[in-house]
């Protein structure tokens, strides 16, 4: 796991407490008999490094945002600011507004010099306040700007397309022999991120779904076989779908991208969905936005700005199928829909997003100080570690349907209907 | 304003504390220059009476709750039951389940019995514990069942169509010589029952859309250009819409039944909200969803099985209109649709609604027992009332476009553009 | 109810809507037989006035904030900047700080000037951007230094103590021959003030009251023979006390300052606690601060700053009265005692509480626009009035141990102990 | 860590999914120079087992929850009964009342039978549904119970005198060849038991801190010189003041056990107090109770009934020496103290603490039914895990002042003052 560094480091670094640049935390901690211990992945552990690569009073730093909006985004730009600030001693900090297309200087506005009494109270709100986009920015013009404006480090706060376009930054800038750190501070609500246990802003959404779970079992429970059906996030994992539906204990089918379910037939969902009706008259039912989507297989694929494939909408396809499939079977039924996405990704971060935010930005501004690049945080077994980006690219965390969480879902649910083999 | 009785007061209140039954409440309170002093409505105070018309002991009463959630409905089962159980020493408590329909014995289950225990932690809970559905029921045979079970007092909580319904089942039994008190409780989280100044459900309502606009306001906040567009409750009425605009500061166009708005031209809604991003990069904007439906009068008019006239969807038709003309004027905007309404019904009552559902339903308990009949309790001037339900289908209360509320609204928006005249 | 003016109304209303100045709102509303309709107040009702006293442009205004926190007083602050700024058009607003210490030059910083931007977020905090102190200021110098910023108006948020001061700045100002507006926002939690109807901050206070009671109920539930004392605001009235019992219907005892209960004896709140311990084995008490105060009338009368007399502590006292009444009593019990008070006022206002405090803050405006002096805004079935601060002299608000919501109170709680007579 | 077994397990586990007994964890996890691999810990994998111990529809488990409140003990409960019921097809199920007490048939009620019914919604209420107690238990009184109601698995919920007691329990039984099954479940609030990672209950104490913080800010920062002393749950461990300062960024000083601060002399933190006084004007300082415990140390130590140690008043002491520093050195200030405990430990678990009950309970069943003993329920590294109680002895979890989180809370406040060394 060999991180990239921009170089020897220059400088004493004047925080006292240091973690040793050879420390390593594992991946793997689970014995098992016959395991051998060679297959390990080795994380460098993050934290501030006795000797740092630039000279505070000189550094230019740079922070921008992108992809959709996630709870603790503010909490992230606030911590990076303080840290560079208060602890470094560097004064001069810009914010590229508007994600990637702020580093493009024809369309982009001037960046905004931040200030600890600009970002002083920006963690209790929502959102961001360099404001965000989806798309990728052509990187030769970005680095272009970059230079032009001597910037030192950029940190990149978001998901999947967001590293690798810092990736490529500061490809491009190596390439033409600018020292330039980015520092990749990974932003998914769906807590999809190999390596990274737990991304900010995921609890926080499990937390919010969990109150949406309330008030879809209050409809269900309140008329005769109500069904409540919820489609929340979860595009490719089904981690928030999984999480709430422990968290809550209000659930009765959880649907997720991971699980292959069947609908019709005698094992089918919406044969256990009728059951289920009969028994108990009422039902919650809720699926990530990527499940079942080998329903659609046939279709052709979409993309949107930022590169990901548009999903085909599984809310309104369960809607109808199990309206029409309840209909058709005698059982009348009210079924209510929620969609309750845009009111979970915008709320402020909870007590313990918040925590985790102000590690994920520490330490990225440890990293970039000590000269590290092309990497981002991230985050196993309680510590924070480097993670080279290209190593993103060859895995993805997904929800094991084999683990101890599905296995807590299903014993929450008591959900028991046929899958795809 | 004469309330029917059912005959005169045969026995002594069990609680010290009367209010005498000839004390009125003045509807018209406003004194301007000119008035002529007899133009006013005189509503009987409700309250416990001196002398009560049931008898404790034999009385049996019953509970029905019908039409859409509201929160504290189950506040109000609660205090009726523990009301009539501990202040008057009523024993048999019965609840039909399932709205109207659980009158019918043909489909109804059978009344369950309301006691304390029963009772005990219900108002935590949003929804309603004996369950709800829409439409009428065949007065005759509800009558018949009432009779045979000997049901003395016949809680309704529910909307218009509901307790027009209640009239008629009183009607009918008077017609049958049976002495049946129908005693309504208005339930409107719309806010819009003539004579009743403030319904339960409406303030819990406020304060939940007042977050939804708080995350609206992130969403639009966070992207150039950003628009949210918030579809709220509000068929008639748009004391919702108003309320929560003026409670959150966040809201820049709002747009109710009441307010005949124009879209397109140079003093159209439209052209208001383009300039309106060209100065601050964001807009808020809600619509109750009876808003706009003018924009619809061609279409045939459907009804849904309360009875209430289907509304054209304002929500998906502004969405359509404001995405299209943003992109045909040249300003590439990000729109983020609202549609909370499932969220904020099912929530349990805030401080506020709690202590409106207990007088009410206190007060519907008194009346009862009084042997008033064919009435709903009202609220004015802080004085809760007795109603004749004839009265409401007289009267509708709509926001009045030029009150102090809206003017508190358009201070709060700076809104401004054409509606027709 | 004579308002006094500063003088005729020399300009006009740049609003379009007017109240009439001669519309009246009557302050008895309940008939009852053999009333006589000659003993009423009828107030002004308040709103914006056709022409007006001040020309915009030129005027000057200042704001302070006085007293204990309350929710809302920010929100206030707020309301007052915009509808002077947008919709009069004054430029000039100052905020003096601290309180009316702020208005002595000797000790007061510089007033600082209140921008749209600067209020722009207040409101969704708790306290007051302005500061708040206790204590009067010297009148004379305080209406030199007025004078000298040319302040033509000047907006007093507070409670009794800050009204007084109110009018006799302006009587000082009076007398010198200078036009001076004194506009008052009553601020008081306990909602204790005579025609006013519900004070900002008030609901907040009941629902905030209402989370403590349910950890109350929690902590008194999970041991046997719990008892949970939460002693809260409520210096001369019950109705914070009152109201959190109604809402929470989770109290057992409810003490205020109006009821002078009787702790020893066979009827007494000691015995009837025991009783509800042996029956029930766990208990929720709630006191007001003001509750009991004739333990201790033989003690010498202390004073705050602001002038009120310093209670002795009936939480302090209750506590050790009950541990020694049960433990006597071979009752062995856990008492927990809650004192939350400035976890109550220190939070933002809630919705309902919004939307009065823009209210109270737009009529504020509208009548020292008209030019009214010497006045606070009043509130009273659903309408903003002007009071006349000498008025409040006259007449305290205190909780009707014989009206419908202390009725409520014991419908809740099923308390029957021994008062005083 | 060798794990007590009961013998050898002789039934098939209805469940599909199992983990191998021969799993481990791994309890160090970072790999620096020189470090050589052989003083690790390995602890047994928490999970189903594929063969059983005890034959479910013969077997009785009973459950006991001890010592304080702790947010998610009635999500523990719930969990438990379900896992048996629903998965294993257990029917007894006890709970015992009161805590340890109950296990005293002398002294306690008798158990009452747990369902699927009983435990339905208690989840969403803060609290015990079994009542909690301080204090031990007569070992053999107990053990005869247990034996005589044939109880074959004791769950104890507790904090360490429980588990301490649970371990006896077993031992005793052990000795008299009765097959007792002992499997605890940590419950501490304060988050200090070695070898878990996280107790649940820490992160909904941490959230609502956080709230108390914010309340604790706004009071400080709206009068001049104010300041906010908020004593918060710690005894030993000052995970909680930590953990609540990096969430919600307004603290300025945290006080901790593990830090012996100084508080007179130049360095020491009154004087830095007022150096922030002077410099800011306002000031957030939290303090864990188990704070400063060093300024008290010539007292003789007392116990509580649980044999806790019982802490000095650090929060008055502090209050009272803040208060007369602050006025010899001539700076007028007002302090607010906050003393939130009960209002934190009895609310309901957040979503996260409810999905970390939800692992504990199952996978404290599955121990159990496997027929482990003498542990409790352990987490490292997101993995559950089987911890021998005697391991618990020899090692406390507390606060490293040279970690990581320590170094969070240095960078959130900023704070600088000397410490005994």
């Known amino acids: 796991m060999e991180i990239t560094s921009l170089g020897e480091a220059r400088f004493d670094n004047p925080m006292s407490f240091h973690v040793d640049d050879a420390a390593r935390v594992r991946y793997n901690v689970i014995v098992e008999p016959g395991d051998t211990p060679t297959d390990d992945f080795l994380f460098e552990v993050a934290g501030p490094r006795r000797r740092i690569f630039f000279d505070p009073p000189k550094t230019r730093a740079g922070i921008v945002t992108c992809g959709g909006l996630c709870p603790g985004v503010n909490n992230v730009i606030r911590a990076i600011v303080l840290e560079l600030y208060h602890r470094y001693g560097v004064r001069d900090i ?39 986009s989806r798309g990728p ?6 680095v272009d700007n970059l230079i032009a404006r001597r910037i030192d480090i950029l940190f990149t706060i978001g998901g999947d397309g ?9 490809h491009e800038a190596r390439r033409r022999g ?18 990274v246990s737990r991304t900010f802003g995921y609890l926080t959404a499990v937390e919010e779904v969990s109150r949406v779970i309330n008030c879809a079992h209050t409809e269900a429970h309140s008329v005769r076989n109500g069904v409540a059906l ?11 779908a999984a999480g709430a539906t422990i968290a809550s204990q209000d659930v009765n089918f959880t649907l997720v991208p991971e699980l292959p379910f069947v609908l019709d037939g ?58 029409a499939y309840l ?31 102000n590690f994920f930005a520490r330490n990225a501004v440890h990293a970039a100080m000590a000269g590290k690049t092309g990497i981002l945080i991230g985050h196993q077994h ?31 649910t008591g959900q028991n209907f046929a899958c795809e083999t």
């Not at 508007?98 to 001037?110: A, T």
């Not at 600018?178 to 390596?195: R, S």
């Not at 080279?388 to 965390?397: F, G």
Request: hydrophobic residues 40%.
């Open 266 to 323: 005698e094992n089918g969902f919406l044969s256990a969905l009728k059951l289920r009706l009969i028994d108990r008259e009422h039902a919650v039912v809720i699926a990530a936005e990527g499940a079942g989507q080998h329903f659609f297989s046939t279709e052709a694929q979409r993309f949107d700005a930022s590169g990901n494939p548009k999903l085909n909408d599984i809310g309104a396809y369960l809607r109808q199928r199990i309206e």
């Open 230 to 240: 919820v489609k929340v996030m979860g595009r490719n994992a089904g981690f928030i």
């Open 382 to 412: 309680d510590t924070f570690t480097h993670v080279p980006i290209e190593l993103l690219e060859q895995r993805k965390k997904q929800l094991d349907i084999d683990s101890p969480l599905w296995h807590g879902v299903v014993s929450s």
């Open 178 to 195: 600018y020292k330039l750190a980015v520092v990749g501070i990974p932003k998914t609500i769906d807590n999809d991120v190999a390596f």
């Open 327 to 357: 209909s058709e079977e005698g059982l009348p039924s009210t079924l209510r829909y929620f969609d309750p996405s845009y009111l979970i990704r915008s709320v402020p971060a909870n007590a313990e997003d918040a925590i985790l935010c």
């Open 137 to 142: 920015v052509d990187i030769r013009i970005a």
């Open 162 to 170: 967001t590293q690798r376009g810092g990736a490529k930054l500061f």
């Open 94 to 132: 810009f914010g590229f507004r508007n994600g990637y297309s702020g580093l493009d200087p024809r369309v982009g506005e001037k960046p905004i010099p931040m200030t600890p009494e600009f970002v002083e109270d920006i963690h209790k709100d929502g959102g961001t306040v360099l404001n965000t």
